[in-house]
């Protein structure tokens, strides 16, 4: 039937528009807007009261003898005006947001953060009614530099699924650190930010590789792989996987080669690989061997190790096998802000890696080969802010979360880390850019739908965008 | 836990796979099916096999977003499990009244030499919705992807039921042009 063709087809429309209209997703702007709404409802009612309210008192020679004196001593009528001021201010901002993220009460408020900026604006423009006596000097001295050659970036949006959000679980904090990461907080005070897709011939953003890209890709790693293709087939989803004598291997259009044996590869007898029991010191050596013996799969010039825990629900560890290039040229003229070799380290952990997959008996099951930065184009290098000016943005309640809490204080912090975060999950994923993130452990977790072990801690991921303020559209 | 975390498992053929699929996308996947199906129980079951589609497509599938992967199985067989249950019957729900205002889609003009694809149908459903305002879109898709009644969308997005109607209409007109100009058969 004609219409259930439609219906059917819409099923594999672009995931985006999905993704847009999924009625899940609460965006942090939504419910802003709503609060919004919700504000300017309440300042127009009282708007309203107070109005009938000096009708009245007209009306009935209340305060006629001395206006003057009326007005100053007439502290609900002054504080209802004052609301009215704060509420044309905070559509832009939230009022209560901006007096915790500028706790000094100046205007300045460059260095709060993300949302300081528009706390500022926020502030200045609530003060001027009543303020005029105020030094109109501090704004200029404030307003940060920018360079016209960045583009703004408009920050992706973040999605709250209900109670299924980011996170993880470990019984202590220290078990949140992955061994290897290349950031130790040192100093990288610039980053790349990038688009997540890149402009085709015909001016329209194309996320996908073209087929005989992924071909290509296909190719070189049969041939890194010493394998033969014996078939390939086209998945519906655009992805191709190739049989090869001795396993498949699947180019994705994000730029992901995978290689799977479904059988298992045998490892040496010397080496231990396992999700579960594998101790660091069995990992550290299983990962050297493994580096070196897909080295031409990887192509990797300065191959790192990085190790990562996780836990099951039911409180089993589950150990996680990733490595990177630390090399500067990896990442090409993409990287290397400033040729920071740190800052290329980064990029490459966080979209660029290697992840090794053990299968149940202690073989290799498959290696994954992601490439984020498959379909991006590049849009310039941008001033970061510092750890401790993102701290003091997410404790102002400005942190960016698909957990459904509220973050519960600085205390619950368990640790910071300067991260890029990859396109999937991103509701609407046009820039890919450095964040701070902040794993914060939650104190109430009994309202969760999962069962969780015992001891078992778990942390939701706040994150505040890196990128100085002046350069956020949103 | 992250989306390539649970991905991961999928491929580690990790009976916590399943389990973490479900913890993270359950809900929105019941939802999905509950719209099509209005019976909890036929959505259970839409959402297990929802489960195993999954685990048969991962590998070699690697989906980017997770939540509209498993979204769109569960949706494809909750359509599939309402055609069998209802076999041209109506069943009342949300599915029949989306359906009747399909029908407006439908172009006049039907060129029956030509034998469309549904990924061409697809193609153009996509230009289509591209073509659309930001909240028309939305709208749209809502009703028609995710079967929400057009209360729930009005709701959702804080506007009148008349302005969700009105814009279902407009919208479906434009597709109905489109689909006319570019003479798909249907």
Request: a negative charge.
């Amino acid at each position: 039937m004609n219409r259930q063709k439609i219906m059917d087809s819409l099923n594999d429309i672009d995931e985006r528009f999905i993704l847009e209209a999924s009625p899940a997703v609460r965006t942090n702007k939504t419910i802003k807007a709503k609060q919004v709404k919700r504000i300017a409802w309440a300042a127009l009612a009282a708007s309203v009261l107070l109005f009938a309210g000096v009708l009245f008192a007209l009306s009935h020679g209340i305060g006629s003898k001395d206006p003057a004196q009326s007005a100053s001593n007439d502290e609900s009528g002054s504080v209802i005006s004052e609301a009215s001021s704060t509420v044309s201010g905070s559509e832009v901002s939230d009022p209560g947001q901006a007096s915790e993220a500028s706790p000094s009460g100046q205007a300045s408020s460059g260095e709060t953060g993300p949302s300081g900026a528009e706390s500022g604006s926020s502030e200045v423009s609530s003060a001027q009614p009543g303020n005029s006596d105020s030094e109109p000097t501090e704004t200029p001295e404030a307003t940060p530099a920018i360079d016209p050659d960045l583009p703004m970036i408009t920050v992706p949006a973040f999605i709250n699924q209900g109670m299924f959000f980011e996170g993880r679980m470990a019984y202590e904090a220290e078990e949140l650190t992955t061994a290897g990461s290349p950031w130790e907080m040192t100093d990288i005070s610039v980053l790349p930010v990038f688009r997540s897709g890149r402009t085709g011939a015909d001016g329209w953003s194309s996320y996908a590789l073209e087929e005989e890209e992924m071909r290509a890709r296909l190719a070189e790693a049969a041939d890194a792989l010493g394998l033969s293709v014996t078939s390939a087939e086209t998945s519906a989803s655009g992805g191709i996987t190739a049989a090869t004598e001795d396993g498949t291997i699947t180019v994705t259009p994000d730029g992901t080669v995978s290689y799977l044996q479904p059988a298992g590869h045998p490892l040496p007898e010397e080496y231990h690989f396992t999700s579960r029991d594998t101790t660091p010191e069995e990992a550290e050596a299983v990962m050297a061997y493994l580096l070196e013996t897909y080295a031409d799969f990887l192509g990797f010039e300065e191959p790192r190790t990085m190790l990562q825990y996780d836990y099951t629900y039911g409180g089993e560890c589950v150990r996680r096998y990733y490595a990177y290039d630390a090399a500067d040229s990896a990442t090409g003229e993409a990287a290397g802000a400033a040729g920071d070799p740190t800052a290329a380290g980064l990029l490459n952990s966080c979209l660029r890696y290697a992840h090794f997959s053990p299968d149940d008996f202690g073989n290799l099951l498959s290696i994954r080969l992601c490439d984020g930065l498959a379909c991006a184009e590049k849009i310039g290098d941008y001033p970061l802010i510092t750890a401790e000016e993102a701290r003091a943005a997410v404790l102002a309640g400005n942190g960016l979360t698909s957990a459904p809490f509220d973050f519960p204080g600085a205390d619950y912090i368990a640790k910071t880390e300067l991260v890029y975060r990859g396109a999937s999950q991103y509701e609407d994923a046009e820039a890919l850019l450095p964040y701070y993130r902040f794993y914060v452990e939650l104190p109430d977790t009994s309202g969760l739908p999962m069962q969780i072990a015992d001891g078992l801690k778990v942390y939701g991921a706040w994150y505040v965008p890196a990128v100085q303020p002046q350069y956020l559209a949103s | 836990m992250q989306d390539s975390q649970i991905v991961d498992l999928f491929w580690e053929r990790s009976e916590n796979a399943v389990a973490a699929a479900s913890a993270k996308y359950g809900k929105y996947c019941f939802s999905i099916a509950h719209h099509i199906l209005g019976n909890a129980e036929d959505a259970e079951e839409s959402v297990n096999d929802t489960y195993l589609g999954a685990w048969n497509a991962i590998p070699p599938h690697r989906p980017a977003v997770l939540s509209t992967f498993l979204g769109k199985i569960t949706r494809r067989i909750s359509i599939d499990r309402w055609r069998k249950r209802t076999a041209g019957k109506r069943s009342g729900g949300q599915m029949d009244l989306a359906l009747d205002e399909l029908t407006d889609c439908i172009p006049t003009l039907n060129n029956a030499e030509q034998a469309v694809e549904n990924a061409v149908l697809t193609q153009t459903l996509n230009r289509f919705l591209s073509s659309l305002e930001a909240e028309a879109r939305k709208i749209f898709v809502q009703r028609y992807w995710y079967l929400l009644s057009v209360r729930e969308i009005a709701d959702g997005l804080d506007v009148s039921e008349s302005k969700v109607k009105m814009s279902l209409m407009r919208s479906r007109n434009r597709l109905r042009r489109l689909l006319e100009e570019e003479e798909v058969s249907l």
